[in-house]
């Protein structure tokens, strides 16, 4: 027999539910539950979300999650204000009630946060220990009370947890213990440290674009990139080791993705171990566990005394000003001087380590056969400073008109620049030369687009960068392109991309395809003669070919020092080409004559279009056939 307590019991949950619906029908607003707002019915769940709006009617129930509970009052208004609560998988995870704003709890679990803040006490039985995760970023680190935190719209970022100083302004770091042990510094040089984020330098760079690349597989199509790196970043190393500069500055894929070409940088073809050199990078484990110094400029940043730091003990003088004038200041080094081969470098003596010579990017210019740059002397483009001292194929700078050519460009006079630079100084410009205050060499324009400097319309913009040959008239008149390939086959000798113009492979001029630049008006090749079958292996009999002018021309360039001439082969059969007829070997080179252009190319070898010997012999020959 039922007793008279259970059976008020259930007629009171009978009529509380008609009582419900009769409002639904009445205000509307209940229906709302599940549209919008809740997507999916979420059955007999509304206390973990609405507990304030409930009161306690005894400590069992046959109501599933409602711990024994009554609304208050049963007004709509009351029932719908209520929103958050502890166990937010319960509503936000993929396969929980539908909300709006979704997350796969499964995969945050793999990921970095996993097991963030899992040390909160939590007085509510919660569907997934996640929650607390969701806790830190959402709110306090504390569980929630029937309400969400203030800041749960708003959660944290990278930087607010993850900085030297901590930016948690709804947050007592000591709650959430396991965010203290993850301090980053990252390409940030001090004071600016606690401001991780690589914008500081770049403004495409930041935590956001390195660690969206390492994610668990899945994504919100609903979230933002920062709020799918923070809830799925993989827990595998982003890149192993970090600490490899080239595996994303000289790797082209990597740089693409993470914004860190250094297609323009003076370490470009160097090693990891040039790096620390100026960013101080020989006691970092990876690019996060200290600060890696960008220096304020190239050569104040430049660890002449290898010993990690800048300045000179005890006296605390910069290293650079006495690597370049020496105890007095009386000597002044020239650009030239130091980054070009065999020539005096730093001054000697003065507390610039052994291996100076190892450690300074070469620099060649248009030339690969040449000890000086192979460029016209700048200060001849713009007049130099009165008090100038140093003259250089570099740079030109006037302090008093900001003019100033190629390194000497500087940012105040960009615009001349067509919008770059080679230094940086916003006020004061008197001593702003390239040795003082050149920065950033990625401020330049892209030297491996010849195009720039060499089919420059803008007369300014060229006068700016040297006033460079232009390539519209004369010998390079057949060219009207704007595809810097076709440069390379005569001007690299590899035929590719250099590296950039300063690069070695860089020449004066030579390449595989000599034909198409020097005939027919410098060489008629219709007139080789017995010099026409110099090689054959590329075509018939009497069909010049490049192959014939690189049997002589064995370097492929324009240099004259790397020519065979006329005794490589004539002296005996066994020269660089097999001469067959033995009227050719001169084994005594005629008259006792120690040259044979005396008398058979007096003119040169290619005088008046052909190629060869042109001379007095050769013109005898051809009265006498004719």
Not at 30 to 35: G, Q, Y
Not at 256 to 285: G, K, L, M, V
Not at 513 to 519: A, L
Request: negative net charge; aromatic residues 8%.
């Amino acid at each position: 027999m039922i007793s008279l307590k259970r059976t008020s019991k259930y007629i009171f949950i009978i009529y509380f539910g008609i009582l419900v619906m009769s409002v639904g029908h009445v205000s509307g607003e209940i229906e709302a539950m599940a549209s919008e707002i809740h997507a999916v019915d979420p059955g007999n769940d509304c206390i973990n979300c609405h507990k304030d709006d409930f009161d306690p009617i005894e400590t069992e129930s046959s109501i599933p999650n409602t711990v024994g509970t009554v609304s208050k009052v049963i007004g709509s208004n009351n029932i719908l204000q209520g929103e958050g609560g502890e166990d937010c998988v319960l509503c936000h995870d993929m396969g929980g009630s539908g909300a709006t704003k979704h997350i796969d709890a499964s995969a945050i679990k793999q990921g970095v946060h996993g097991n963030l803040n899992n040390g909160a006490a939590n007085s509510t039985v919660l569907s997934d220990l996640v929650d607390k995760a969701c806790w830190a970023c959402h709110g306090d680190g504390t569980e929630p009370t029937g309400q969400h935190h203030t800041n749960y719209a708003t959660p944290y970022s990278c930087e607010d947890c993850h900085n030297r100083t901590d930016n948690l302004s709804f947050t007592n770091s000591t709650i959430i213990y396991n965010i203290t042990t993850r301090k980053v510094s990252e390409h940030i040089q001090p004071p600016f440290f606690d401001q991780i984020n690589s914008t500081v330098n770049d403004s495409n760079a930041n935590c956001e674009g390195c660690h969206d690349k390492s994610k668990v597989l899945y994504s919100d199509s609903g979230f933002s990139r920062a709020a799918n790196i923070s809830h799925y970043a993989s827990r595998t190393d982003l890149v192993k080791p970090s600490i490899n500069c080239s595996l994303c500055h000289k790797n082209s894929q990597n740089a693409t993705a993470y914004w860190a070409n250094t297609i323009r940088h003076p370490a470009r073809s160097q090693e990891d171990s040039f790096c620390d050199n100026c960013h101080n990078t020989s006691n970092a484990s990876d690019l996060h566990s200290k600060e890696i110094v960008k220096p304020n400029n190239i050569h104040y940043g430049f660890d002449w005394q290898n010993d990690d730091h800048n300045d000179i003990n005890p006296i605390g003088t910069n290293e650079a000003c006495m690597s370049c004038h020496g105890t007095h200041y009386t000597v002044y080094r020239l650009c030239e001087d130091c980054h070009i081969e065999n020539r005096s470098g730093p001054v000697a003596g003065y507390y610039t380590r052994s291996d100076i010579n190892d450690t300074l990017p070469r620099v060649y210019a248009h030339t690969n056969f040449s000890s000086t740059v192979n460029v016209p002397n700048q200060s001849t483009v713009y007049s130099p400073s009165q008090s100038a001292k140093t003259f250089s194929s570099c740079y030109a700078f006037n302090n008093v008109t900001l003019e100033g050519t190629c390194h000497g460009n500087s940012y105040k006079n960009l615009s001349a620049g067509g919008g770059f630079y080679a230094f940086k100084r916003i006020s004061n410009d008197v001593r702003s030369t390239p040795y003082h205050f050149t920065q950033t060499i990625d401020r330049l324009p892209d030297t491996t687009n010849c195009v720039f400097c060499h089919i420059q319309t803008d007369a300014v913009i060229r006068k700016a960068w040297g006033n460079a040959t232009q390539i519209t008239s004369g010998k390079h008149s057949w060219y009207t392109g704007s595809n810097n390939s076709n440069c390379w086959s005569c001007h690299v000798n590899t035929g590719t991309a250099p590296m950039d113009f300063h690069s070695d492979s860089v020449t004066a001029g030579g390449g595989s395809d000599c034909i198409s630049c020097h005939s027919p008006n410098d060489v008629n090749t219709t007139r080789f003669a017995r010099h026409a079958n110099l090689n054959t292996s590329d075509g018939g009999p009497d069909n010049v070919t490049n192959s014939d002018c690189w049997t002589c021309h064995y370097q492929k360039d324009m240099d004259r020092n790397h020519v065979y001439l006329c005794d490589s082969c004539h002296e005996n059969s066994s020269g660089i080409v097999y001469v067959t007829d033995p009227a050719l070997i001169k084994t005594d080179f005629m008259h006792g004559m120690t040259s044979c252009k005396t008398c058979h190319a007096p003119n040169g070898y290619h005088g008046k279009g052909t190629v060869g010997p042109l001379g007095v012999v050769e013109n005898i020959l051809k009265k006498i056939q004719q």
